[in-house]
């Protein structure tokens, strides 16, 4: 069966600017999350939706967004992008509802760089 | 921080020696998983042990948890050049509401052929 699908595999933006990424987990599981991974403060929690409903969230500023759709594929937004932001935005799905009880399966992520 | 900490931070061996890593972390968990990460691409999970567990096998993969110690370690056996990679552990908090899992900062392995 296809993994975790994210686009794009890659993205340059500007400072100020916005980015959406997406995600497109396994058929058949219904809970996402997201990472953020950089050199200096490794990977750390973004937020999970399981449902459409954001079940769960991360220490980052409202500049981080997110959505799920009906289909399960979610959707991250950063608006007015800083340098800090630049880095692998993973993506990760599950079929557990309540929480993995087995282990996520991660896209290929997302390398964000802002210039 | 919420993250945990493994050592070494990096390893370096020659093809055919076993690897340990090892991680600790801070809170009571539900379950602590092993990732392997090769050059900044996705995660693969490798293996999960439960709380209630204290060992678990997979091929050449062999993981304790001791949960009095919030302390796991990472046995590769008979290692190979294409296990060069990064290793991480992830921890899911007993309190989890939902998805999250608490990474240690990783142990990048080099296996030289």
């Known amino acids: 069966k296809a993994g975790v699908t994210q686009t794009p595999r890659y993205l340059i933006k500007t400072r100020g600017q916005q980015v959406t990424l997406s995600c497109s987990p396994i058929s058949g599981h219904r809970s996402v999350s997201w990472y953020q991974q950089t050199p200096g403060q490794g990977l750390q929690f973004l937020f999970e939706?399981?449902?459409?409903?954001?079940?769960n969230k991360g220490n980052f500023p409202g500049r981080f967004s997110g959505r799920q759709f009906s289909n399960s594929r979610s959707e991250m937004n950063v608006s007015t992008l800083e340098l800090g932001d630049s880095a692998l935005y993973l993506c990760?799905?599950?079929?557990?509802?309540?929480?993995?009880?087995?282990?996520?399966?991660f896209g290929s992520g997302t390398r964000l760089t802002v210039v | 921080s919420q993250q945990g900490e493994e050592d070494p931070q990096a390893l370096s061996i020659q093809e055919g020696e076993n690897a340990t890593m090892n991680c600790s972390y801070k809170t009571s968990i539900n379950n602590l998983q092993w990732y392997r990460q090769n050059s900044g691409r996705g995660l693969v999970h490798l293996i999960l042990i439960r709380s209630n567990e204290r060992e678990k096998h997979s091929g050449r993969l062999r993981v304790t948890l001791d949960t009095s110690k919030k302390s796991s370690s990472l046995l590769i056996t008979a290692s190979r050049a294409a296990d060069t990679a990064s290793y991480f552990c992830a921890t899911v908090p007993i309190y989890n509401q939902g998805g999250k899992l608490i990474f240690g900062q990783g142990t990048e392995l080099s296996v030289k052929p």
């Open positions: 939706y399981f449902s459409e409903t954001q079940r």
């Open positions: 990760a799905s599950s079929a557990s509802g309540t929480g993995p009880s087995e282990g996520y399966t």
